[in-house]
């Protein structure tokens, strides 16, 4: 009985952290005063030569997907990079993100680049789990792909508790 008890307890503990280590989000004022809330980004793609980690924005009004790919462009070059990016999700079908902003953060050692998802689209984005993307990097190569293989459903958990967040 005492065992069961345990095993119970143990289990309650473990899931209940899970759900809330889900929706930790983090907020920060921008240099303009505004504040913005995000989620620590999740390794999406990861080599000895690359990777990219992904997570989600919001300003309360709108929501954009952040990418943190590295390597990255020097700062010079990583301003240029003004196109827009292509995901495809797990219900097949590709979406594209309007580009918003190249930020460099932390001394200039993390470069994130966000991108606009279409309020017409946060409903697929909430609901599949990102596959894969192309992006194009100017100043390295010409466009990188990535097929996710890790945390594909981060997007999808850290929209939801946005979501669940705005309806309270």
């Given at each position: 009985?005492?065992k ?17 280590a ?14 913005i ?47 827009d ?6 219900d ?6 309007v ?11 993390i ?6 998802i ?51």
């Open positions: 009985m005492k069961m008890k345990f095993l119970v307890l143990f289990l309650y503990f473990v899931f209940n952290a899970k759900g809330i889900q929706c930790d989000i983090k907020n920060r004022v921008q240099a303009d005063g505004s504040m809330y995000y989620f620590e980004p999740a390794v999406f793609y990861t080599t000895k030569s690359k990777s990219l980690k992904i997570n989600i924005v919001t300003d309360k009004e709108n929501y954009y997907v952040a990418l943190q790919p590295t390597p990255f462009p020097e700062k010079k070059v990583g301003k240029k990079i003004k196109d990016l292509i995901i495809h999700l797990a097949n079908k590709t979406y594209k993100l580009h918003y902003d190249t930020q460099y953060r932390r001394n200039d050692s470069m994130q680049v966000l991108y606009l279409d309020n017409k689209d946060i409903e697929a984005f909430s609901a599949y789990e990102a596959v894969s993307a192309e992006i194009n990097m100017k100043g390295t190569e010409f466009v990188r792909s990535y097929n996710f293989k890790l945390h594909k459903s981060a997007i999808v958990d850290q929209l939801k508790c946005f979501l669940k967040k705005d309806e309270n």
